[in-house]
Each structure stands twice: as C-alpha cells, then as structure tokens.
C-alpha cells in the first residue's frame, strides 16, 4: 500500500515562531488532507488539497503531487497551535476513502 | 449544523466482551468511515459503508464488523475483545460524489479501554 511520511516527528516552537511541517506519500493520490489533533483526541480539518495552495489565517498549505509532498506552514505560532498534526491521503481507485495517515508530527509551542 | 457524533465518549471493557459503538454523520453526508487509533500512532482505517453495505476495508480480522442504517448513522461492533483492542475508534462521514470531492470530518471520538 501507499507509505505517507511526515516530519519532524516533533517540533518545539517559542510562539510567534514559524514552520513548515512536510508530508512525503509514495504513490499518486486521489485526495489528501492535513488535520490537527487537539489533547482530548479531536481531529480537526485544515486543508483538504489534492493540489495548489491554499491559505486559512496564519495556516497555509502547497501540495505538489506530481513530486508527491505536501507543505503545512504555520505562522506566528501561538500556544493553541499545539497538539499533532496528520497527513493523510485518500489513494482512490480501488482504495477509494481509505484515508492512509502519516505518524504526525507533535507541535509544542511554549509562551 | 450539528458535525460528526459518536457514543458513548468512553468505555471500559473485559477481554472476551462484544462492545458496539455508534455514530452520526455530519448532516448531508450518507458515507460513514471508521478508524481505530492506538496511543502515539495515526488513526488506521477499519471500514467504509455506503448505502448500507460495507464498501471498503482495511487489514483488521472479522471481529470488526459494522451496519449502517438507512438514516446513514452507523454502528462498530467488536467481538471477543482483545487487550489490543484498546484504542480511540473514530467516526468520519463524507458525501458520495461522482465529482471526486470526498472531504472526510471526524467526531470526537470513543475511547475504548480493554482490561
């Protein structure tokens, strides 16, 4: 099956800060998306970008599938940005909804 | 518009009990999706149901099975529990669409624990 690789694994962020989380996916895809989970467990939609750019408040998101990655830029981080963030990517075909999830990358950002 | 439900929020289990769980679909969506996501890991999906009939499904045994009714909320059930059974089980729903727009909203999520 598609393998969807995210990173860092883990970031520490001083609020204000900026970063670029990546998500890599081995195979083409139907669909793919960037959640954020909060502490109680709560999967919350950020983007959903197949392909192009897209730009919600201090979130931004670029996906290139023909080179399989996505981008999520979060900027001027403050503290409820933390929690984990997830790729994940839908295959399509015969795989279609299957929604393949990336590890993750755990966010902190300290005041 | 009342998003993705799930009941009950948590439950506890003995090993060897069947446990059901239940879900809603955010309004206007007749597709429910169900994930299971053991502690520090991505959620893996179990399985898809359209029109009532289970149309996908990932790598877990046939103790996993499920329903959908023809008000497109859905039920997980899990029989013969297992200590590794233990884990949130999250509900997404989507709409159907021959546009290929298939955007997948979860609910909170049933924190199930096996002991």
């Known amino acids: 099956g598609i393998q969807v690789e995210q990173s860092p694994p883990d970031l520490i962020l001083q609020e204000g800060a900026n970063s670029t989380l990546r998500c890599n996916f081995s195979?083409?895809?139907?669909?793919l998306q960037w959640f954020h989970q909060n502490p109680w467990g709560q999967l919350i939609n950020l983007f959903y970008?197949?392909?192009g750019t897209k730009q919600n408040g201090r979130l931004s998101a670029t996906t290139v599938a023909t080179e399989r990655y996505s981008l999520l830029y979060i900027s001027s981080s403050q503290t409820t940005d933390s929690g984990v963030y997830f790729c994940?990517?839908?295959?399509?075909?015969?795989?279609?909804?299957?929604?393949?999830f990336g590890a993750g990358t755990q966010v902190v950002v300290t005041p | 518009d009342a998003g993705v439900t799930q009941s009950p929020t948590h439950l506890i289990k003995t090993r060897g009990q069947q446990v059901t769980l239940r879900c809603s679909p955010k309004?206007?969506?007749?597709?429910v999706s169900w994930y299971q996501q053991a502690l520090g890991q991505g959620p893996q999906f179990i399985f898809q149901?359209?029109?009532?009939?289970?149309?996908q499904r990932g790598n877990f045994p046939d103790r996993f099975s499920g329903h959908q009714f023809p008000n497109y909320s859905s039920e997980l059930n899990v029989n013969a529990l297992l200590l590794g059974d233990s884990a949130l089980y999250l509900c997404?729903?989507?709409?159907?669409?021959?546009?290929?727009?298939?955007?997948?909203?979860f609910g909170p999520g049933t924190r199930l624990t096996v002991l």
């Open positions: 997404a729903s989507s709409s159907d669409s021959w546009m290929g727009y298939n955007e997948q909203f």
């Open positions: 195979d083409s895809v139907n669909n």
């Open positions: 970008i197949p392909s």
């Open positions: 994940a990517v839908d295959p399509g075909e015969d795989s279609w909804g299957k929604l393949q």
């Open positions: 309004s206007g969506h007749d597709t």
């Open positions: 149901y359209y029109e009532e009939e289970e149309r």
